[in-house]
């Protein structure tokens, strides 16, 4: 990474708990590109003010986690069809102050389900209901599976998300079993107070053909390691968070890196 400088140009994440991964990543990036860009985590205390700095001070992309991946739509200027077509924003480009919103969350899900050769009849358990859902349901429908389930407390989000995609939903697990569970909830993430609890009981886990945790810290949480145990095949919230860094990259520098590039990134992420 060159030194600082008042040429930099200066990329960001927005998130209720930041971690070093998308920092990590980026950074090694740019050293491994010679490029003169620095990026850098925030946990905002006020999200509309931190939206009016990145426009108001010229920084380049933003990435956007949880919670916040509904809640910025109203503060940008245009909606990229991979964001609009979720309600979900998980990274926002800013170009001469005018900053347009996209969705790579959407990709990297629907790439994983390609490259793991889920099959599309598979039954399937999504918990979760917010813009990370969002996400995953509609890479689910679009993919072409038809048996899915959404289960979320507040049945208004849930309801809503499984009827937009012709699913159903439900409350609570209640004993239920798929082919494939996914969980897209912060149960198991790291720093939050459900670190240490499994989002799907042991015999969801016993009865399921995949096992799919989109928390991506640590990379091992509870239901994947439960489900290695299990000996069940697993896609972990650090493939999903490989993908997704990878395709903001290339929207923020319009420099797409080599294979080989993005493995010795992946690989600087996760030695931490």
Same mark, same amino acid.
């Given at each position: 990474? @060159? ?13 209720? !708990? @930041? ?17 003169? &860009? ?12 931190? %939206? ?16 916040? /991946? ?13 964001? /609009?077509? %979720? ?46 859902? /969002?996400?995953? =349901? ?9 048996? =899915?389930? =959404? %289960? ?16 159903? &939903? ?11 569970? =996914?969980?897209?909830? @912060? ?68 420099? !797409? ?12 992420? !996760?030695?931490?």
């Amino acid at each position: 990474m @060159p030194i600082l400088n008042k040429d930099m140009t200066l990329c960001i994440s927005l998130s209720a !708990r @930041p971690s070093n991964n998308g920092t990590r990543f980026h950074n090694h990036l740019y050293g491994q590109l010679d490029l003169n &860009w620095i990026y850098k985590a925030f946990a905002p205390t006020n999200l509309e003010q931190a %939206i009016a700095g990145v426009r108001g001070l010229g920084i380049r992309g933003c990435a956007v986690s949880m919670p916040y /991946k509904e809640d910025v739509i109203a503060l940008v200027d245009e909606m990229d069809p991979s964001a /609009k077509a %979720i309600d979900s924003v998980n990274t926002i480009v800013n170009t001469d102050g005018h900053l347009k919103a996209y969705n790579t969350d959407y990709t990297a899900i629907e790439q994983l389900l390609a490259t793991n050769s889920v099959p599309t009849d598979y039954s399937v358990l999504v918990q979760g209901a917010g813009g990370m859902a /969002k996400a995953t =349901v509609a890479a689910l429908r679009d993919a072409g599976f038809t048996d =899915v389930t =959404v %289960i979320a407390r507040n049945e208004a989000a849930g309801r809503a998300l499984a009827e937009q995609y012709g699913f159903s &939903w439900r409350a609570a697990l209640d004993g239920g079993a798929a082919d494939m569970i =996914v969980n897209v909830t @912060p149960i198991g993430m790291a720093g939050g107070a459900d670190a240490d609890a499994l989002s799907f009981p042991a015999e969801a886990i016993d009865t399921a053909k995949i096992v799919f945790d989109v928390v991506a810290l640590p990379a091992e949480t509870p239901l994947i390691r439960a489900a290695r145990v299990a000996g069940k095949p697993v896609i972990t919230g650090a493939e999903v968070a490989t993908i997704q860094a990878l395709e903001q990259f290339v929207l923020y520098t319009g420099v !797409r890196p080599t294979a080989e590039q993005v493995r010795a990134a992946e690989e600087f992420t !996760r030695a931490q």
